[in-house]
């Protein structure tokens, strides 16, 4: 496996290939990652992953500084599930110069669920996918949906810029329990560890009582929230919507139940499909 950290080092080591495949991380790697490069590895004639911990889609009070940088252990990782070819950009090489020039997806997308609670969250994610995107000459890149709504933003963002790149969903890996896994769960104390499923619990709650016929959305959705306020936990949102765009469901849409709630001092997301 090789690793570059600059972009002319990056073109050069993708001189060879005509359909690269993509994962984009900003590192900190867990077995949700190398599942998406294992995905990954047959729809292209070589296998990227970039690391890059994306300072524009952090907000005031983020963990950008404090966010683990585990290099060596994440490229390890990496060689052993097959990637060919490792992105490590400092931030220095990546953004020179200011990054004045944003792409800003409508607010129809992204003035809700997270991009109500992490303003200028999707700004920054889009302006470093779509970077990432074009340096890595991506014929497909496979993002996770436990982010859904990142998903959902980045597929129309490539499909409105006519990008020449598949964007491939990649299944959410759950811990036995059924917690979501997220490099943010290293921050999980033993006991929240330990009381970390109920988030998934409760959407599969709600999931269960739409399937049984419960058309009452509003209710389920506030159930759910108080449900989890009395565990302890802070809800931001527990939101059923259309699974196309995350607008508000209408008869026989296809839904997703989704949710972020924090336990301590960790913010937690998951999502359900139904």
């Known amino acids: 496996m090789q690793i570059v950290h600059t972009l ?20 900190n790697l867990h077995e949700g990652h190398l599942a998406l490069v294992r995905q990954a590895k047959p729809l292209g004639d070589v296998t990227v992953a970039t690391i890059f911990v994306n300072r524009l889609q952090f907000g005031p009070q983020d963990d950008f500084d404090t966010y683990p940088r ?55 994610v889009c302006t470093v996918v779509l970077k990432l995107l074009c340096c ?12 859904y709504q990142q998903l959902m933003v980045i597929r129309q ?29 290293g921050y999980l104390n033993a006991a929240e560890r330990a009381q970390a499923a109920e988030l998934h619990a409760c959407l599969q709650s709600v999931a269960q009582a739409v399937r049984a016929g419960n058309a ?28 196309s765009d995350l607008q ?6 296809a839904l997703v139940v989704l949710a972020a709630a924090r336990l301590g001092n960790t913010r937690l997301i998951d999502n359900l499909e139904l």
Not at 136 to 147: C, E, I, L, N, P
Not at 168 to 177: E, F, K, L, S
Not at 216 to 221: G, H, I, P, Q, S
């Open 157 to 185: 963002m490539a499909r409105q810029f006519t990008l020449p790149v598949d964007i491939v969903g990649g299944d959410t890996r759950r811990a036995p329990d059924g917690l979501a896994l997220s490099s943010r769960n």
């Open 70 to 124: 585990t290099l060596a252990a994440d490229c390890a990782q990496l060689e052993a599930a097959g990637c060919d070819l490792v992105f490590a950009p400092t931030e220095q090489e990546f953004y020179p110069e200011p990054q004045v020039f944003r792409i800003t997806p409508p607010p129809a997308l992204t003035d809700m669920l997270e991009g109500q609670f992490r303003p200028g969250f999707f700004a920054g």
């Open 8 to 27: 002319p080092a990056l073109a050069d080591a993708l001189k060879p290939y005509r359909h690269p495949a993509v994962v984009p991380t900003m590192g």
């Open 216 to 243: 009452d959305f509003a209710r389920l959705e506030a159930q759910a929230m108080d449900s989890l306020r009395q565990r302890g936990w802070q809800p931001d949102y527990v939101a059923l919507r259309r699974q």
């Open 248 to 253: 508000l469901p209408q008869a026989d849409d």
């Open 136 to 147: 890595t000459q991506a014929r497909s890149a496979v993002f996770g949906k436990k982010d």
